[in-house]
């Protein structure tokens, strides 16, 4: 039996139903209903924009969403909203939207429309559980779900080499599911709910269980290391490239990344505590760990020949520096790491619509074929342009907004070391985004260039010039009220100040 007081008070709930019911009436509707399908799709991602948006003035406005439901005794599904889960849901029903829009575009030819789109609905419902979540139980029921109904996307194409990356994929994923569970069990057999609560619940543990409570940190760090393509976790990320364009996008900008590095944060925040984390000394390894993981996507990512696995690389990369925030712990560090969740999704979303697009358009898969695209493409190749120079942290774009946090609450942090990652990283970036530029924009185009290709239709060039101008305005506009770096400023006045 739900508690709660009326439809309002249960909005977490109405937007997780609004994706599951979506998902329900495309698998309903079969491949043959096309237009029934594009409408719900279209729908749902508009009425969960729109309930997302009235749940988070009411956050805003000091109101508390709970919806609590009792499965066994001592054990409840609890969803809540909070300013965190605003962030994380506010960026993901927008994204989700823009990328139906692009995923109906590039798949109008395809087969296997329905299944897609059904999972695609799945997908997005796990991912606002795991937004929603109010504790850890709660979080990895969605957060295994997530595993699932991403997988019939990651081999949508069926191809031998997409089932055996398929194969892969569930390895690392349902194998960090269960050491995120033991982490979860220890704790319960702790006597601790694992509620996420502001501040942690768990410091009064420490004098008698902290060989324990290292332990068990460890063990959700693990566990949510594989999602958030922390190494060595991290293999399974650039191999399944092999997904079609949108799966990747939303894989890399939305859910599947974002899901690990967002349980990272609430883990840290609101199940230790930073207090807590810190006198375990797990910020410390937290931060070596996402600063090797940092330097390491980005060298791996400059060997790489084929675009899509090059950007895979820097996802590897990028992703890790909300870690690093969460790790430093001090205020301007967090506020770093948590912009960087909405401004990395921004900016890779962007740059794999383009892949898709070059591919699309003009048969592009490798870095060799980008020579002359950028004049037979300008508007893509422009948006490439934004999103390559905002994770290489050239001002004023996103990118850039998140490192100079970053590096500020370093040294807020007593931690200056990590301005030579940051400066590390920056190099790394230039070195494998400007060829690519170079190519696109100065080089002739080859023999294999396509002379007729121009720029894809508008459901292709909409959503990434949407994404693109995105990840531009919010680097220029992030003192304005209600960017995402106020909303985080917010977040970490309200909740995660020392």
Same mark, same amino acid.
């Given at each position: 039996?739900?508690?709660?007081?009326?439809?309002?008070?249960?909005? /977490?709930?109405?937007?997780?139903?609004? %994706?599951?019911?979506?998902?329900?009436?495309?698998?309903?509707?079969?491949? #043959?209903?096309?237009?029934?399908?594009?409408? $719900?799709?279209?729908?749902?991602?508009? +009425?969960?924009?729109?309930?997302?948006?009235?749940?988070?003035?009411? !956050?805003?406005?000091?109101?508390?969403?709970?919806?609590? *439901?009792?499965?066994?005794?001592?054990?409840?599904?609890?969803?809540?909203?909070?300013?965190?889960?605003?962030?994380?849901?506010?960026?993901?029903?927008?994204?989700?939207?823009?990328?139906?829009?692009?995923? =109906?575009?590039?798949?109008?030819?395809?087969?296997?429309?329905? &299944?897609?789109?059904?999972?695609? %609905?799945?997908? $997005?419902?796990?991912?606002?559980?795991?937004?929603?979540?109010?504790?850890?139980?709660?979080?990895? =029921?969605?957060?295994?779900? +997530?595993?699932?109904?991403?997988?019939?996307?990651?081999?949508?194409?069926?191809?031998?080499?997409?089932?055996?990356?398929?194969?892969?994929?569930?390895?690392?994923?349902?194998?960090?599911?269960?050491?995120?569970?033991?982490?979860?069990?220890?704790?319960?057999?702790?006597?601790?709910?694992? #509620?996420?609560?502001?501040?942690?619940?768990?410091?009064?543990?420490?004098?008698?269980?902290?060989?324990?409570?290292?332990?068990?940190?460890?063990?959700?760090?693990?566990?949510?290391?594989?999602?958030?393509?922390?190494?060595?976790?991290?293999?399974?990320?650039? %191999?399944?490239?092999?997904?079609?364009?949108?799966?990747?996008?939303?894989?890399?900008?939305?859910? $599947?990344?974002?899901?690990?590095?967002?349980?990272?944060?609430?883990?840290?925040? #609101?199940?230790?505590?930073?207090?807590?984390?810190?006198? +375990?000394?797990?910020?410390?390894?937290?931060?070596?760990?996402?600063?090797? @993981?940092?330097?390491?996507?980005?060298? &791996?990512?400059?060997?790489?020949?084929?675009?899509?696995?090059?950007?895979?690389?820097?996802?590897?990369?990028?992703?890790?520096?909300?870690?690093?925030?969460?790790?430093?712990?001090? /205020?301007?560090?967090?506020?770093?790491?948590?912009?960087?969740?909405?401004?990395?999704?921004?900016?890779?979303?962007?740059?794999?619509?383009?892949?898709?697009?070059?591919?699309?358009? %003009?048969?592009?898969?490798?870095?060799?074929?980008?020579?002359?695209?950028?004049?037979?493409?300008?508007?893509?190749?422009?948006?490439?342009?934004?999103?390559?120079?905002? *994770?290489?942290?050239?001002? /004023?774009?996103?990118?850039?907004?998140?490192?100079?946090?970053?590096?500020?609450?370093?040294?807020?942090?007593?931690?200056?070391?990590?301005?030579?990652?940051?400066?590390?990283?920056?190099?790394?970036?230039?070195?494998?985004?400007?060829?690519?530029?170079? &190519?696109?924009?100065?080089?002739?185009?080859?023999?294999?260039?396509?002379? @007729?290709?121009?720029?894809?239709?508008?459901?292709?060039? !909409?959503?990434?010039?949407?994404?693109?101008?995105?990840?531009?305005?919010?680097?220029? +506009?992030?003192?304005?009220?209600?960017?995402?770096?106020?909303?985080?400023?917010?977040?970490?006045?309200?909740?995660?100040?020392?």
């Amino acid at each position: 039996m739900l508690t709660g007081a009326g439809i309002y008070q249960a909005l /977490p709930l109405w937007v997780l139903l609004s %994706s599951l019911l979506a998902a329900l009436l495309v698998f309903l509707a079969g491949e #043959d209903r096309n237009r029934l399908r594009i409408t $719900v799709n279209l729908a749902a991602a508009v +009425l969960k924009l729109l309930l997302v948006g009235v749940m988070g003035y009411g !956050v805003l406005q000091g109101h508390t969403f709970l919806v609590t *439901m009792p499965i066994l005794p001592g054990l409840d599904l609890v969803l809540h909203a909070d300013a965190l889960t605003m962030l994380f849901t506010t960026l993901s029903a927008l994204l989700w939207l823009v990328t139906t829009i692009y995923a =109906i575009a590039y798949l109008e030819r395809r087969p296997n429309r329905a &299944r897609f789109f059904g999972f695609f %609905s799945l997908c $997005v419902a796990s991912t606002m559980g795991i937004a929603t979540a109010g504790n850890l139980f709660t979080f990895f =029921i969605f957060y295994e779900l +997530l595993t699932l109904a991403t997988w019939p996307l990651v081999v949508h194409n069926g191809w031998p080499k997409a089932m055996a990356v398929g194969r892969m994929y569930l390895r690392y994923t349902l194998g960090g599911g269960v050491v995120l569970l033991l982490g979860i069990v220890w704790l319960a057999a702790l006597g601790q709910s694992g #509620d996420f609560v502001a501040g942690g619940t768990l410091e009064h543990l420490a004098p008698e269980h902290r060989t324990a409570l290292i332990a068990i940190f460890l063990l959700l760090i693990g566990g949510l290391g594989v999602k958030a393509a922390l190494v060595p976790l991290h293999g399974w990320l650039p %191999s399944a490239m092999v997904a079609p364009a949108p799966v990747s996008a939303l894989l890399h900008a939305v859910a $599947v990344v974002k899901a690990g590095a967002f349980g990272v944060v609430r883990v840290v925040y #609101d199940v230790f505590g930073t207090s807590l984390v810190a006198d +375990l000394q797990m910020n410390t390894v937290l931060a070596l760990l996402a600063s090797f @993981t940092i330097i390491y996507g980005s060298v &791996r990512a400059i060997a790489q020949t084929d675009l899509k696995r090059r950007l895979a690389y820097s996802t590897v990369s990028q992703v890790s520096y909300i870690t690093l925030g969460v790790a430093l712990g001090s /205020p301007l560090a967090t506020i770093g790491g948590l912009v960087h969740l909405v401004h990395q999704g921004l900016m890779k979303i962007t740059l794999f619509f383009c892949a898709g697009n070059y591919a699309e358009n %003009s048969g592009i898969h490798s870095i060799d074929e980008l020579n002359g695209i950028g004049r037979r493409m300008p508007w893509t190749t422009a948006m490439f342009t934004i999103g390559a120079f905002g *994770m290489m942290g050239a001002p /004023p774009l996103a990118g850039f907004v998140s490192k100079w946090y970053l590096g500020m609450g370093a040294l807020q942090a007593g931690a200056p070391w990590v301005l030579l990652v940051l400066l590390g990283s920056t190099v790394l970036n230039a070195i494998y985004f400007l060829p690519l530029l170079h &190519r696109a924009w100065f080089r002739e185009s080859g023999e294999k260039a396509i002379a @007729t290709a121009g720029e894809p239709g508008p459901g292709l060039l !909409v959503p990434t010039l949407l994404t693109g101008i995105s990840a531009l305005g919010v680097g220029i +506009l992030a003192g304005f009220p209600l960017s995402p770096l106020s909303w985080v400023t917010f977040i970490v006045g309200q909740e995660y100040a020392p």
